[in-house]
């Protein structure tokens, strides 16, 4: 059984930055993806960010040059360091790990419960 659990999210005003944390427990393979993935009152879940196990980073358009995803594999966290909020920012956060069991060939995909972002003044 895989457990990911958030942290970090609150109010911030416009420009601000917060950073979130997600650590993951359990059984997990080397091979994985963990990501943060955002959704907005009405709106669709969404990808964020995401990372390998080997570091390589992949982020929305609408957040480039303004999000930072990193990872600390020794301690199975992941984070999102977030600056220059902008309103538009605004939804519950929620962090993803997706697990590749090489042996059977197959991905397991977990979600945490979620951490509201609220940017306003």
């Known amino acids: 059984q895989v457990q990911v659990v958030e942290s970090g999210g609150g109010l911030v005003q416009p420009g601000g930055s917060l950073r979130l944390s997600c650590e993951v427990s359990?059984?997990?393979?080397?091979?994985?993806?963990m990501g943060w993935f955002r959704q907005a009152p009405g709106k669709e879940r969404e990808l964020t960010a995401t990372?390998?196990?080997?570091?390589?980073?992949n982020y929305a358009d609408s957040v480039k040059g303004r999000f930072i995803i990193s990872r600390d594999n020794a301690k199975n966290t992941v984070y999102l360091q977030m600056n220059s909020l902008k309103p538009e920012d605004t939804a519950v956060y929620y962090c993803?790990?997706?697990?590749?069991?090489?042996?059977?060939?197959?991905?397991?995909?977990?979600w945490g419960q979620g951490t509201q972002v609220t940017v306003s003044r």
């Open positions: 993803n790990i997706k697990i590749h069991q090489v042996a059977i060939m197959r991905w397991d995909n977990y």
């Open positions: 359990g059984t997990i393979f080397s091979n994985n993806v």
């Open positions: 990372i390998t196990s080997g570091g390589s980073t």
